[in-house]
C-alpha cells in the first residue's frame, strides 16, 4: 500500500489546519486518497502535490473558486508546477524590489535626505483601479485575470502589451480610413482586439460590450484611445457588430 498520511499529519506538515483540509474537501477542491471507517481521512502523494499547487496560489491572492478552475484546467502536472514557479519568481522579483525600496528608504531616513514620491513607491504593484474593477465583474473574475496574466510570465507579457500596439495602431488606420463598424477590415482588428482581451477574460457578449461602454464614458480610457488616434465611439460600434455576429 502507498505511503498515506492523516488530515492532522497533512495539517502539521503544510502548516494549516484540519480545519481548512475539510473545506476544501467538501467544496470538491481537495478530496482525500481514502477514508477510514472511524471517518479519519487519508492523502497519499497525489494529494499532497495537489495541495502544494492549492496553497501556492493561496500565497499568491487567488481566490477558491479560481484555484478550483486553475487545477481543472491543468491537466499536465509537471506543465503546471513550469506555470506556478514562473509565478513565484515574478512574486519574488517583486518582492525583492519592495525589499530594495524599503532600504532606500531607511538609509534615506538615516542621513537626513528626502526621497522623490516615485521613489519611495517603486515596487508597489498595487493596480489603483483594483476595487474598481473589482466591483464591475467580480473578484473570481479579477482572480482568473491575474491568474492567467501572471502565468504569461515576462515574454508573454511584453507580445501582449505589442499586439494591443498593433491592435490600435490598425483601429486608428480603419477610423481615419472611414470604415464603417461592419466593415470586414475594421471586423478583423476588432476580432484581434477580443482575442486579446481573452489573453486574461473571456467575457460573452453583454460583457464585451460593457466594456467599450467603458471605453466611452470613463475619461482614463477615453483619453488612452484618443491618444492612439482612435475614438472610444467608433471602437464601441465595431465591438457591437461583431458582438451581435460572433458571440
Known amino acids: 500500500m502507498a505511503q498515506a498520511w492523516s488530515i492532522s499529519e497533512v495539517a502539521k506538515m503544510a502548516r494549516v489546519s484540519s480545519r481548512a483540509l475539510r473545506h476544501y474537501h467538501q467544496i470538491g477542491l481537495l478530496q482525500p486518497s481514502w477514508t477510514a471507517h472511524n471517518g479519519y481521512r487519508y492523502y497519499e502523494q497525489a494529494e499532497l502535490l495537489k495541495l502544494q499547487r492549492i496553497l501556492l496560489l493561496r500565497e499568491l491572492g487567488i481566490g477558491l473558486e479560481t484555484i478550483a478552475e486553475v487545477l481543472d484546467g491543468q491537466t499536465d502536472e509537471y506543465r503546471a508546477l513550469q506555470a506556478h514557479h514562473r509565478w513565484v519568481l515574478a512574486e519574488r522579483d517583486r518582492m525583492s524590489q519592495l525589499a530594495r525600496t524599503l532600504e532606500s528608504t531607511m538609509a534615506a531616513m538615516h542621513e537626513g535626505a528626502e526621497m522623490s514620491a516615485a521613489e519611495m513607491f517603486d515596487g508597489f504593484g498595487k493596480n489603483p483601479y483594483a476595487e474598481e474593477a473589482i466591483e464591475r465583474w467580480g473578484k473570481a473574475a479579477m482572480d482568473r485575470a491575474k491568474a492567467s496574466w501572471t502565468a504569461m510570465g515576462e515574454t508573454g507579457r511584453q507580445s501582449a502589451a505589442d499586439e494591443l500596439i498593433a491592435v490600435n495602431e490598425l483601429l486608428a488606420e480603419c477610423q481615419k480610413e472611414g470604415r464603417a463598424a461592419d466593415d470586414p477590415k475594421l471586423q478583423s482588428v476588432i476580432e484581434r482586439h477580443y482575442r486579446w482581451i481573452r489573453l486574461s477574460w473571456t467575457p460573452e457578449a453583454d ?28 471602437l464601441l460600434a465595431g465591438m457591437k457588430v461583431y458582438a451581435a455576429k460572433q458571440l
Not at 213 to 226: I, K, N
Open 207 to 234: 460583457g464585451y460590450l460593457n466594456l467599450g461602454q467603458m471605453y466611452v464614458d470613463d475619461e482614463r480610457f477615453r483619453a488612452y484611445y484618443e491618444k492612439a488616434g482612435v475614438n472610444p465611439e467608433y
